[in-house]
């Protein structure tokens, strides 16, 4: 805040001023020589009968005057502002400053609004933190243009120049504050609003902190940094194998959640030493929340909850216990060596763990990013000894899960983050097409083989392609409906090569559909139709090549979970026109109407649907205000929802398939960021993870035998070992490469023109908003 009081101006002496005066004429008197002017300080000047007299300074007399108009500000000469910073006064001229700071620009701006009239000078207070020293080399600044700052004020002056927007000042002492940073120094500069706000020197500072090897050194005397003290108890082996990084991260969502859901403030959350324990859905809460009595309570426990009683008083908030809404941590993520903070891509960049290290047997450092804060983290791991101890004793030091902790390892992302792709099971691959990311529908197609526990990109689609659901059908993929981003698609894409084609369509272009199959046959339902969801549904039949309409539903949907079991067809969620819904309805296929079911317990649009252990899973999805990690399940036998494990990541418009026996999703938009990421739900664990076992060996054939159905014929065709030919109906294709013994297969583009050619030539095909791509090429 900045306040101001007149201050009448001090009267100049006249011989000051007939010595100002006197270097004004010696700087502007010249003499005429011809046509030519020569000035007396070296200035060119030209005399032209028709233009007059054109006069230009050279350089040296424009840093001269700078220098007077300096010299002028120190003896106080035509000053009409006074800058009071604390005890401390600096004369200065308003048009000078208001040049080189917008800050002051629009401060005297307002003032001249307000004011009719000047009469002396004007005294602006500045408040807020502001130093003389800072103040008076940038004023010194405006006036010459250059700054000098030694090393111990240039985070001063940075923090000025921020707060006055002298952009290149800033910039200048930033670059030099991340330049010059010591293991001592760099939590500090870290830890400064105009640093902490810039994301490229948030990124070198960050980068510089997982590079130094003692981080006790780094957090010991970290100036203006906030430290948390937690304690984690574990109450068996298993829990103490927790790594490092997973440990940090796990008390990081944990602080998050403090801060963001129950609304605590970081300086009440370092006022106190906490004691958390890890519950069942592999997340951490405050002791205080164990029930007396519970099989982890104990003497600790309730030592804990007395003294937190005591330093709180009566103003315990209310704790929420469920963690529906939050993101779960796969428990393969607690026990893995393979992820580091550098490695660990998952991290939202606004709540991070930027390095930790172990300084001791049970205790660790972590330093996190709180949002626009950073923070040191003090974690101590304590053993727990419950009042109830168990009645047998390990056979094994580390139980079985953390013992197969090694043969896990991280699913490898997709090729390019998207949402609002067709996914589907192809032959034992995690198929996944189109879909659009932050600029563009796209066209690529990759496919994930679990066993391998790798991607390989397929041929593109014809056009690009997002909104669309798919599915597979008698080992062919059925992308149907959508957009390319400019328009809802009313034309065949038939760009998949070698069996690719498109399928008649008579209905109206309308994005987000759902898709399932049953019997044989393809069933569309809802959509959009630029205004509102629809109600009509349709029913494609691959033996007649026909489309016929079915029962519309009862409410119009669009960007609905649609699957299908034991002959019913289901469409759950969706959205009506501005609405998401949490309504349900199925399909008797065989009565041809829809009835409603039980009702989802949460609203969502954009969700995944599947069919897995016989019951109806939905997962992620939007409400509307947010993207969800929630997933439900229906069981249809007794027609109610029941909640699921929650997914590691929040994911809106995300995909879904069983493949192998586990239900996968993929992609999705988190609410911030599109997603490349893929997780499974474990059958065995029935937990969502991102690990999946290593493979045991990769598979290497040298002849591998491929049965290839092409236009209605049989062909063979073998794959050799990398720039061996492939030969298929005499063409020799070259097999691009090998990755985790996963063969992709380069397909030329004159195969592509010809498969285009071929279905172009099929006068059986119409206009359409599907394609088909055969999964045995």
Not at 129 to 134: D, M, N, P, Q, T
Not at 176 to 193: G, Q, W, Y
Not at 284 to 295: R, S
């Amino acid at each position: 805040m900045l306040s101001r009081a007149r201050k009448p101006s001090p009267p100049s002496t006249l011989q000051q001023q007939q010595q100002l005066q006197q270097q004004n004429n010696n700087m502007g008197c010249f003499n005429i020589q011809d046509n030519n002017i020569h000035n007396q300080n070296g200035t060119m000047a030209s005399e032209c009968k028709a233009r007059g007299l054109i006069l230009e300074d050279n350089v040296d007399v424009l840093h001269q005057r700078l220098g007077q108009l300096n010299q002028l500000r120190k003896n106080r000469h035509f000053c009409d502002l006074v800058l009071q910073v604390g005890s401390s006064e600096i004369h200065a001229h308003r048009s000078v400053l208001a040049c080189a700071s917008p800050y002051f620009f629009e401060l005297f701006t307002q003032e001249d609004e307000l004011k009719t009239a000047r009469e002396g000078r004007m005294m602006y207070k500045l408040n807020g933190g502001f130093e003389r020293e800072s103040i008076e080399r940038l004023v010194n600044y405006a006036y010459t243009g250059v700054l000098d700052v030694p090393d111990p004020l240039v985070k001063t002056v940075f923090k000025a120049a921020m707060r006055l927007k002298m952009e290149t000042v800033a910039h200048a002492c930033g670059e030099h504050l991340v330049a010059h940073m010591t293991p001592e120094t760099c939590l500090s500069v870290r830890a400064i609003a105009g640093i902490r706000s810039n994301e490229q020197l948030c990124s070198r500072v960050d980068e510089y902190i997982q590079q130094q090897n003692d981080l006790v050194v780094v957090t010991r005397d970290a100036l203006g940094v906030p430290k948390l003290q937690v304690a984690v108890i574990h109450s068996s082996q298993e829990e103490a194998a927790i790594t490092g990084h997973a440990l940090s991260r796990l008390v990081l969502d944990w602080v998050k959640r403090m801060i963001t859901t129950d609304e605590y403030t970081l300086d009440a959350l370092k006022d106190k030493k906490h004691m958390l324990y890890l519950s069942s859905d592999n997340s951490l809460h405050d002791c205080m929340d164990i029930q007396n009595g519970a099989a982890n309570d104990s003497e600790m426990v309730q030592d804990y909850k007395k003294m937190s009683r005591k330093q709180s008083g009566n103003n315990l908030k209310s704790r929420r216990t469920s963690t529906s809404t939050q993101p779960a941590k796969p428990r393969m993520m607690l026990y893995s060596r393979n992820i580091t903070d550098k490695d660990d891509t998952e991290q939202d960049s606004d709540w991070k763990v930027i390095a930790h290290t172990v300084i001791a047997e049970s205790s660790m450092v972590a330093i996190i990013t709180l949002k626009n804060d950073i923070a040191v983290l003090s974690i101590q791991h304590r053993k727990n000894s419950p009042t109830s101890s168990p009645t047998t004793t390990p056979k094994s030091s580390r139980p079985g899960s953390v013992e197969k902790v090694d043969s896990y390892t991280v699913i490898p992302h997709m090729f390019n983050p998207k949402c609002a792709s067709g996914t589907g099971n192809l032959n034992g691959r995690l198929l996944v097409c189109g879909g659009y990311d932050r600029g563009e529908c796209l066209r690529d197609v990759e496919a994930y083989l679990p066993k391998e526990n790798s991607w390989s990109e397929l041929p593109s689609m014809k056009q690009g392609r997002g909104r669309f659901d798919l599915t597979v059908l008698d080992e062919k993929a059925y992308a149907i409906g959508g957009c390319d981003g400019t328009r809802e698609l009313s034309r065949g894409a038939g760009g998949w090569p070698r069996g690719a084609r498109p399928l008649p369509f008579p209905c109206l272009p309308r994005p987000g559909r759902g898709v399932c199959n049953l019997d044989g046959k393809i069933y569309c339902i809802g959509g959009w139709n630029g205004q509102y969801g629809i109600k009509q549904c349709d029913r494609y039949d691959p033996q007649e090549d026909t489309w016929t309409t079915i029962a519309p539903l009862n409410i119009g949907r669009y960007q609905a979970g649609v699957a299908a079991l034991d002959g019913i067809v289901y469409a759950v969620g969706g959205c009506d026109s501005w609405n998401c819904l949490n309504t349900a309805e199925a399909m008797d296929t065989a009565e041809d109407t829809w009835r409603f079911i039980a009702p989802m317990a949460t609203p969502r649009r954009g969700c995944g649907a599947a069919i897995f252990k016989g019951k109806l899973y939905v997962m992620g999805g939007s409400d509307g205000t947010q993207s969800l990690c929630t997933i439900e399940i229906y069981d249809p036998k007794t027609n109610t929802w029941r909640n699921g494990p929650s997914m590691t990541s929040c994911r809106a418009n995300v995909g879904a398939a069983v493949v192998d026996g586990k239900l996968y999703v993929v992609g999705g938009f988190s609410g911030k960021n599109f997603l490349n990421s893929i997780e499974y739900l474990d059958p065995d664990t029935d937990e969502w993870t991102n690990f999946t076992p290593k493979p045991e060996y990769y598979v290497k054939k040298n002849n591998d035998q491929l049965d290839i159905k092409e236009n209605g014929h049989d062909t063979n065709g073998d794959i050799k070992e990398n720039g061996h030919d492939l030969n298929i109906n005499g063409e020799d294709y070259k097999v691009n490469d090998k990755q985790y013994g996963f063969e992709r297969l380069k397909i030329t583009e004159e195969t592509c023109k010809e498969a285009a050619a071929n279905s172009s030539n099929d006068t059986s095909i119409k206009e359409t908003q599907a394609a088909i791509f055969s999964g045995q090429s």
